[in-house]
């Protein structure tokens, strides 16, 4: 079941360059860069309340991000809304019709199970279940 939001996410060219600037303008601690090697990606979420802000760089230029900012520059990419059950609720959109990149979950940089839509979902957004 669909939990709430958990997290924004940004695709940007320089996660070092826009975490200086976020953390300054919200006069926050900046918080630890995560990487996942195999996707050449690097991530920080940086908490605003209840919400992240999760702000994450392609360093290859080929993933689903890389594709993102080459196309459209630095941005919103998706939202992310947590699940207790992942894969039941990936099931639930699909009979829906949403159209899911992520037919099973995986595990994303910071270590839980996450899955994408398609961008249709969100009316041209991504959408990401994530487990909390």
Request: glycine share 12%; hydrophobic share 40%.
């Amino acid at each position: 079941m669909i939990k709430g939001i958990g997290h924004i996410g940004l695709a940007v060219s320089n996660l070092k360059e826009a975490l200086e600037t976020i953390t300054k303008t919200l006069n926050i601690p900046v918080p630890p860069i995560l990487e996942k090697k195999e996707w050449k990606t690097r991530a920080a979420v940086v908490q605003v309340g209840e919400i992240g802000i999760e702000i994450i760089e392609d360093y290859g230029g080929e993933g689903m991000m890389g594709k993102f900012v080459k196309e459209k520059g630095n941005g919103i990419h998706h939202v992310c809304v947590i699940t207790d059950n992942i894969e039941e609720d990936i099931e639930i959109l699909k009979r829906r019709g949403v159209e899911m990149m992520d037919e099973k979950p995986r595990i994303g940089v910071r270590g839980k199970k996450i899955a994408f839509t398609k961008p249709g979902a969100l009316g041209g957004v991504p959408m990401e279940l994530s487990e909390p």
